[in-house]
Every structure is written in structure tokens, then in C-alpha cells.
């Protein structure tokens, strides 16, 4: 980092019983058995809030790992990211127990229409006070596109395209539909809105038409913070032009590093601050108060992870089919539709050859991302040389045994960083946008794409 800057957190979770490591729901202390109940997910926003979190970030997938020995088998038969609940409707009841806690919903575009998407995440940003953000997924399971009647998924690059028609398309009624004084509620002469500052958006794109007035006012946002994980080029490029927050993965700081130059200069080729992005790494701490107790915890853990679901969730992120290599295998790069930036991390990027057995253990080649065991001081460590090293904004917190994880987190990690000037000891104040740009105010800033459809 140029200059010393506080680092931010996102708790990374999923509404299924399995997230990024397979099997550890059989954990006797784990709770996320019960990802689709209230409780579980209340609960685990009222722990985010009190480690001053600024979101909880919230994956989705839409299909059913079926890469691994052409068969969804073992993705149903372990919990691999299935069942798979809608993260929307969670957030309304974790934002009523909350009053700072952002929520960043992952919602694949290439499935929805932007007239209806719209409204929906408006709506969203509305029962949330502006707490809102949309991490823009464009899909990568041929099993959803086939489960919304397609023969299969758009070719990679191809799925950008219709992404930056959806956007265009949902920044006219976002940010030009309604204009900022049409709501004006006036009980005495019994007019809700004007109608002269309400206007039909009319958009002929190359995948989608809109032809109507956006159903939703104003929301404090507008447009909620947009973030992306796109790493591939293609994915760069898109995320520097539309992106406000961009997850990264990568199991080296050479790799995380790189990525980062390379987003932060893209930003600015687009007419954007460099800093106009906050770039978040995934992160798995195991923590306890002393080494030697994380390190137990670490053989602890390791013993539930299932290496079968695992690697069917590899195949799926991949779309290479591991059930085909033996665990001493060396990984081959394969060129892919699916997650392209993980097949080069993996093999192309990485300093050392890596096995394919080596992917489904619980360490820093699985994480495929910083991967931190140890005390509170071992971890401040680890994650201050991380953001030295790579000039990322933050981390996104991989869910390990839930509560469990996040709570030794907070109690342990967060007081240390804090310690060290480098963790909030409190929320700013405002929206989700206003938390993470201090200072910016609460909608798209006027360098974004986005803002240039704003009356």
C-alpha cells in the first residue's frame, strides 16, 4: 500500500448447507445445516455487525455442479452448494436486527430481465435504507441454462455482451425514470407523485427491450454498490468500467498483486479514479488464542472436509472433470466457459506445479486465496502483509464452521487490528456507498457509467 489505510470486511456466506469448503456442515458445531432458517441467518448478522463488518456477502449459483463424472451425484449427495435457497429473501429480516451491515447479493443477470431485476433490488435498497449492493454474476453452469430451457450457457466473452446490454438497460431505470423531487406525498391536495418527472425508458439493445417507467421510486442508492469477481481478461475489463468493489481470488500475493495492478490501471483507462474501487480478497482464518490451539483447530477442521464434494465444486468452478485425475496428478491448463481466472491462477500463474489432491485439503492451495492460521497477533500479521503486498482495499471472509469462525474472528482478530490503527472501532454514517467512499454521497459517482443517465 502507498499509504496506510484501514482494511474492510465482508462476511462471505451462501444459502445452502455447503459454501467454498465441502463437507464441513457435518461439523458437530456447525449451524449452517440450517440455512434456510431465520434464526441461523439473523444470528450470523447481528455477529457481523458487532465485528463492525461492512457487509455480508452473500454467493448464489444458479444449477447444480454436474461436471464431476457428468453427473450432479456427488454435488446432491454432499450438500455441494445444494439445496440452494434465494439469498434476496433473506436480507429483509437480517437488515431489521442491523442498522449498519451492508448486503451484497449475488444475482446472475444472464437468467432475469432488467425490468424486473430492477424493482427488485430498488426495493431492496429501500427496506435496507440503502445498505444494498449487487455483486453482477453473467452465470457459468450449463445445468441453469438448461433449467431455464436453453440447450446451454453462453460462451464466456459472449456473456459479457448481453451484461453490458442488462446494465445499460437497468441504469435508465435507475438512475432516469423517476427524478429526484417526482414523490411528493402531499395529503392535502392528495397528489403522490408528479407524473411530468416520471419518464418511460425506452431501450432497443442487442438482448433486451424495455419500454416502461421504472416501478419503483427513487431509492436511497438509486442503483445499489455494485460489485464483481470477474478476473479473466474479459472480466477486467468489465469490472474496471462498471465495477464499485471487485472480489479477487488468488493463492500467492505475486498473483493477487498482478491482478490488482491490472484492474487499478484498466479503472483508470475507463476515466476513473483508480481508487474508485475497492478490491476485496477471499479469506480463510483459522484462529484461536494461541498457535498451537489454531493449529488444532486446523487438524479439526480438516477432518470434515469432504475431498469428493470438493473437487465435483472444483469441476463445476473449472469445468474441468476431476474425477478423471488420480490426487498426484499435476494440474493442466484447459481452456474453459466456466471460471477462467481460477484455471489460469491454478496452473499458469502458479509458482509450483500443483496436484489435484492438493486441491480438495483445507489449506492455502485449496483456499486458492490467503489462507491465514493462528493466533490474533499471527493473523494481524498475515492479513497487514497481504494488503502491503497487494494493495487490496480488503477481504471477504470465508465461511469455515459457522458461527463458530466469524465469532473467533471478531473477538480475536478484530481487537488486534484495531490495536494497530488498522480496523474501525465504528460505522460511518449513511448508505452502503457513503460507508465505503466516505465522503462521495450516496449514489453512483459521476465518473461511472451509470451516472450519465441520472436527469
Known amino acids: 500500500m502507498t499509504t496506510r489505510r484501514q482494511l474492510r470486511f465482508n462476511a462471505f456466506n451462501m444459502t445452502a448447507p455447503s459454501h467454498n469448503w465441502a463437507g464441513l456442515w457435518s461439523h458437530p458445531r456447525d449451524a449452517s445445516i440450517d440455512y434456510n432458517n431465520l434464526d441461523y441467518w439473523i444470528d450470523y448478522a447481528r455477529i457481523a455487525e458487532r465485528g463492525l463488518f461492512d457487509g455480508i456477502f452473500l454467493a448464489d449459483v444458479f444449477g447444480v455442479y454436474d461436471v464431476f463424472g457428468d453427473s450432479p451425484d456427488t454435488a446432491v449427495s454432499h450438500g455441494v452448494q445444494l439445496p440452494n435457497a434465494d439469498p434476496t429473501l433473506l436480507v429483509s429480516a437480517m437488515a431489521l436486527v442491523t442498522k449498519h451491515l451492508g448486503f451484497g447479493i449475488t444475482s446472475n443477470m444472464s437468467l432475469e430481465h432488467p425490468y424486473q431485476f430492477a424493482r427488485r433490488f430498488s426495493t431492496l435498497d429501500h427496506l435496507t435504507r440503502g445498505r444494498i449492493g449487487w455483486n453482477i454474476v ?33 441504469y435508465k431505470l435507475w438512475e432516469g425514470s423517476w427524478e429526484h423531487d417526482a414523490v411528493r406525498r402531499d395529503r392535502a391536495t392528495g397528489r403522490f407523485t408528479d407524473p411530468t418527472k416520471v419518464h418511460t ?45 471487485i472480489f479477487l481470488n488468488g493463492q500467492t500475493k505475486p498473483i493477487v498483486a498482478k491482478a490488482v495492478r491490472d484492474i487499478r490501471t484498466a479503472t ?36 470434515y472436509v469432504d475431498q469428493q464434494g470438493q473437487l465435483a465444486l472444483l469441476s463445476g468452478w473449472t469445468g474441468i472433470d476431476f474425477s478423471t485425475y488420480s490426487p498426484d496428478q499435476a ?23 500443483l496436484r489435484v489432491g492438493d486441491l480438495a485439503s483445507l489449506s492455502a492451495i485449496g483456499a486458492r486465496a490467503p489462507f491465514a492460521i493462528g ?41 488486534e487490528l484495531q490495536s494497530r490503527g488498522l480496523y474501525k472501532t465504528e460505522y460511518g454514517a449513511g448508505t452502503l456507498r457513503e460507508k465505503l467512499f466516505p465522503g462521495r454521497g450516496a449514489l453512483l459517482h459521476g465518473t461511472h457509467p451509470g451516472a450519465q443517465f441520472r436527469r
Open 138 to 170: 453473467t452465470g457459468y453452469l450449463d445445468s441453469g441454462a438448461r433449467g431455464m430451457g436453453f440447450a446451454a450457457g453462453r460462451a464466456h466473452d459472449d456473456r459479457y455482451d448481453v451484461a453490458e446490454d442488462f446494465l445499460t438497460a437497468a
Open 201 to 245: 425508458i425506452r431501450h432497443d439493445g442487442p438482448h433486451y427491450r424495455v419500454d416502461g417507467i421504472h416501478l419503483s421510486e427513487p431509492s436511497p442508492q438509486r442503483t445499489p454498490l455494485l460489485y464483481q469477481a470477474g478476473a479473466s481478461k474479459r472480466g477486467r475489463a468489465f469490472a474496471a468500467r462498471h465495477a464499485e468493489a
Open 375 to 415: 493466533s490474533p497477533q499471527d493473523v494481524a500479521d498475515e492479513l497487514a502483509d497481504w494488503a502491503e503486498q497487494t494493495d487490496i482495499d480488503g477481504f471477504n471472509l470465508v465461511r469455515l464452521v459457522a458461527p463458530e469462525s466469524l465469532e473467533a474472528f471478531v473477538d480475536l482478530v478484530v481487537p
Open 331 to 353: 494440474l493442466q491448463y484447459v481452456e474453459s466457459n466456466a471460471i477462467q481466472s481460477m484455471v489460469e491462477n491454478l496452473t499458469l500463474r502458479s509458482e509450483t506445479p
Open 268 to 303: 483508470k483507462d475507463f476515466g476513473r479514479d483508480p481508487y474508485d474501487i475497492r478490491l476485496f480478497a477471499g479469506l480463510t482464518v483459522i484462529v484461536a488464542p494461541t498457535r498451537a490451539e489454531a493449529n488444532d483447530l486446523h487438524a479439526e477442521y480438516s477432518r
